[in-house]
Each structure stands twice: as structure tokens, then as C-alpha cells.
């Protein structure tokens, strides 16, 4: 019997994960080892099998998916990365062997995998953009900051943001320009953009 590539694929969407997951262990290729919807069940189980690839989505509640990319990159270095979202940027492909988006087709996708596992090549989708001036990391933006920019985005007044935070509005406005400062943007719809990238907005 040939061996097969060994994936494990996290997603907060369970229809997607699902499908992703039924999608793939039609090719006898493949086996999906692990399909989780969050982080900390997926690192358990890391400990226990590796994959020989991880397919990540970047917004998730729990972690990022350029953190969590890190993470076990820095932990298990031997396992290819593979993003799929649904957004066609990010902010460094350093981490990641792929970055596909969750409307490939099922054909593209299987020869993606297969040139980054047997290859060990890098594939992107041809839109791909990234910003090499910026890289995320896990400390850039304070618990509280992450309170403050979901209220931004849902387009909710300094004031507004006092009331539902209890803080004074002066303390709104000195997190909302170290934001503007960390994330490097001059505007809503820039800081809208940048958040759903880093996975600290979903829509």
C-alpha cells in the first residue's frame, strides 16, 4: 500500500471544515488525520501524529491563523502550512507554504497540496498580495484594543465605546490612535480591511 499525505485542516466554519474534509478523503491520496474547529484540541493531537500538512484558515475566534502558523512552525518545522481563506491577502507568507482561497477548485487544490508536500514548492493563488513592510505578531494589539476595534468596525461613536467599556472617552481615543499606529492605517475602512486579515474581526 503507497503512503498517503497526512492533513489536518482547522476551520471555525464547521460546514467548511466538513466539506473540506469529505472533499479530500475522496482521493486515496490523502488522509485527513485531524479536522478541529479550534486550536487547542488541533496542538494535542499534534503531539501525538503529525501531519504532513496543516491547512489553516486565518479568522478564527481563538487564534489567528498567521499565529497559530507560527506556532507550529516554530514547534514542528518539518510540517507544510497551507492557508485557505476567504480573503486574498495577508500580511507574511514567511510562515506558510500556500495560500489559497476557499473558492479553488477542488482540481487546483489537490495539485497544490501535492506540489507542496512531494515538491516542497510554494503556491499561492495568482491574486495574492502581501505587506512586507508589517508583520503580525501575537502581542501587536492589547485584549482591550481588540474590544476597541470590533466596536470601531461595527461603526460605534467614541462615546458609545465610553458607555459600553466604562472608560473615559479620552482613554477611547488614546487606544484608537495607538491602533491606528500599531496596524498602520489612517482610516475605518483601512482598519476594517486590516483587521479581517489578521483575524481579529470576522464578517
Known sequence: MKNTIKIAIIDDHLIFL??????????????????????????????????????????????????LSKMVRQIYPTIKIMVMSSYSNMISASDVDGYLLKDTNSEILIESIKKIVLN???????????????????????????????????GCTTDEISEKLFISKHTVETHRK??????????????????????????
Open 18 to 67: 466538513k466539506g473540506l474534509t469529505m472533499l479530500l478523503e475522496q482521493d486515496d491520496e490523502f488522509e485527513v488525520i485531524y479536522a478541529f474547529s479550534n486550536y487547542s484540541d488541533l496542538l494535542k493531537s499534534l503531539k501525538l501524529q503529525k501531519p504532513d500538512l496543516l491547512i489553516t484558515d486565518i479568522s478564527m475566534p481563538e487564534i489567528n491563523g498567521i499565529e
Open 120 to 154: 516542497n514548492e510554494k503556491v499561492f493563488h495568482k491574486d495574492f498580495k502581501t505587506d512586507k513592510k508589517y508583520e503580525f505578531n501575537k502581542s501587536i494589539v492589547s485584549k482591550r484594543e481588540k474590544e476597541i476595534i470590533n466596536f470601531i468596525c461595527k
Open 178 to 203: 495607538n491602533i491606528f499606529n500599531k496596524l498602520q492605517v489612517n482610516n475605518i475602512a483601512g482598519l476594517v480591511k486590516k483587521s479581517i486579515s489578521l483575524g481579529i474581526i470576522d464578517i
